[in-house]
Antibody, heavy 111, light 107 residues
């Protein structure tokens, strides 16, 4: 069955780079897009970006200067890298295929 | 970027009530709107896509409608398991954008 699972550090220092991995199973990355969505504590959902089946990417306008999404199709993994992290980037980060979602990973930006 | 104005921010309903949430897009989104339910501590769950198509497993008491810039999402006969937050998402134009959410509470 379709599954997505996020992994990464729970704590990142301000100004550092966040690296998250979404490991998927039950479907092919070359046939499906994967999106990242984040949710600050107690707040709403924010679309972060996506990598499409062909490998191209699109990003949230406010984040695109700091954001990179890539993948390794042989490992069924999608990667999110965001640099220059600030406290406002503290959030649960989800990877999703629209209908299917990972459980999310909480990322706290703090010194 | 397309702005999605979702209202109301919160809603109080009794069991069995019908409730409606609206999302207005800043431009025509050609019916490319999805609705999500999120319970505390859980990932969102997609309920409806393309304005009114119920995702497999979505109870028939949920419905969606709209066109152009204006869309609505309704729950008829609210049940206790429907207490959650609801979000609209436009996926007509990149970047995709969510509404701010509606928190449904029991009266």
């Amino acid at each position: 069955q379709v599954q997505l699972k996020e992994s990464g550090p729970g704590l990142v220092q301000p100004s550092q780079t966040l690296s998250l991995t979404c490991t998927v199973s039950g479907f092919s990355l070359t046939s499906n897009s994967v999106h990242w969505v984040r949710q600050p504590p107690g707040k709403g959902l924010e679309w972060v970006g996506a990598i499409w089946s062909g490998g191209s990417t699109d990003y949230n306008s406010a984040l695109k200067s700091r954001l990179s999404i890539s993948r390794d199709t042989s490992k069924s993994q999608v990667f999110l890298k965001m640099n220059s992290l600030q406290t406002e980037d503290t959030a649960i980060y989800f990877c999703t295929r629209g209908l299917y979602w990972g459980q999310g990973v909480m990322v706290t930006v703090s010194s | 970027d397309i702005q999605m104005t979702q209202s109301p921010p919160s809603l109080s309903a009794s069991l069995g009530d019908k409730v409606t949430i609206t999302c207005q897009a800043s431009q025509n989104i050609n019916k490319y709107i999805a609705w999500y339910q999120q319970k505390p501590g859980k990932a969102p769950r997609q309920l409806i896509r393309y304005t009114s198509t119920l995702v497999s497993g979505t109870p028939s008491r949920f419905s969606g409608s709209g066109s152009g810039r204006d869309y609505s999402f309704s729950i008829s006969n609210v049940e206790s398991e429907d207490i959650a937050s609801y979000y609209c998402l436009q996926y007509d134009n990149l970047p995709y954008t969510f509404g701010a959410g509606t928190k449904l509470e029991l009266k």
